[in-house]
Structure formats: structure tokens, C-alpha cells
């Protein structure tokens, strides 16, 4: 029932940008949170940015800060990713992730992103 529809991802050279969206359906619970993590090969899911849905307050990576941008539309239920001046060791399987009011966490099934030298 629970749907998180990612779209965006790609290729791009250093430098470059690229926009993520994910919009969630079939959640009863009240989103709280949206936001992004990322996995690169042989490292672990990380952190990349998150926005709460009743303040709109940000939370970033170290690594993103300044290059990354996380917005949201609590009417359609979607967060948006804008990923600016991006590097090689961006590169990496971004998923969306969604958490409600009572600790649910919910999962999108990513989408990649590679950036060349």
C-alpha cells in the first residue's frame, strides 16, 4: 500500500547538477520527516539531507552543505533534492525516506546517481 516514487538520477560529469524528487502515497500516518540518504559502493547508507513537514527546518550532510538543497510540497506529499557543483564521491544510490508520527520509517527503492571526472 505504502509507495515512494522516486524520480531524476543519472549521469553527470563534475561540476554539474541534478534534481531528485520522491512523492509518497498510501501512508495513514502523518509524515514528520522526508529527506535522502545515500549509499556508495563498499561504504555504508548515509545521511544527505532531510526537512521536516511542519517547520520546514533542514538538516545536511557535512559534505552537501552549501551544494545540496532539500525542499518539500506537504500538499502532494513530495521532497525534492537539488544537487548542485556535484563530485565524484557523490556518486551513489540516493533513496528517499519518509518517517512518521509513531517512528515508522519507509523506504524508496533508489535511484543512481554517477558523476565522472
Known amino acids: 500500500q505504502v509507495r515512494l516514487v522516486e524520480s531524476g538520477g543519472g549521469s553527470v560529469q563534475a561540476g554539474g547538477s541534478q534534481r531528485l524528487s520522491c512523492e509518497a502515497s498510501g501512508i495513514s500516518v502523518s509524515i514528520d520527516v522526508m529527506g535522502w540518504y545515500h549509499q556508495a559502493p563498499g561504504k555504508q547508507r548515509e545521511l544527505v539531507a532531510l526537512i521536516t513537514s511542519s517547520s520546514g527546518n533542514t538538516n545536511y550532510a557535512d559534505s552537501v552543505k552549501g551544494r545540496f538543497a532539500i525542499s518539500r510540497d506537504n500538499a502532494k506529499n513530495t521532497a525534492n533534492l537539488q544537487m548542485n557543483s556535484l563530485k565524484p564521491e557523490d556518486t551513489a544510490i540516493y533513496y528517499c525516506?519518509?518517517?512518521?508520527?509513531?517512528?515508522?520509517?519507509?523506504w524508496g527503492h533508489g535511484t543512481q546517481v554517477t558523476v565522472s571526472s
Open positions: 525516506y519518509v518517517q512518521g508520527g509513531l517512528f515508522n520509517q519507509y
